[in-house]
C-alpha cells in the first residue's frame, strides 16, 4: 500500500510487525511533538484494511492494540466457491 510519507510507512511496518495481543502506550512509543501524526498514520492503517488490520484503539486514544483476526472472518472476505 502507498503511504504518503515514510513517517506514515514507518508505521504501517510497525503495526505490520506487531504481534497480537500486543498493546502500546502511544506516549511511550512516540514524541509528544508527534503524537497527533502518530495517531493519524495509526487511523489510516486501521482504514486501510479489512478488520482495521487487526488494530483498535482505547476509548481516549492513549493505547492501540494488536489483536487476531479470526481464521473465519479471512476466510469470509474470499468467499471460497463450494466444488
Not at 33 to 41: G, L, P, Q, S
Not at 44 to 72: C, M, Q, W
Request: charged share 35%.
Amino acid at each position: 500500500m502507498r503511504t504518503p510519507d515514510e513517517y506514515t510507512e514507518s508505521i504501517f511496518e510497525f503495526l505490520d510487525q506487531a504481534k497480537p495481543d500486543q498493546t502500546f502506550v502511544i506516549d511511550k512509543i512516540t514524541k509528544a511533538v508527534n503524537r497527533d501524526k502518530f495517531i493519524e498514520a495509526v487511523k489510516l492503517y486501521i482504514r486501510s484494511y479489512a478488520y482495521g488490520g487487526g488494530v483498535e484503539f482505547n476509548t481516549d486514544y492513549t493505547k492501540i492494540r494488536k489483536f487476531e483476526i479470526p481464521e473465519e472472518a479471512i476466510k469470509a472476505l474470499f468467499k471460497y466457491p463450494k466444488t
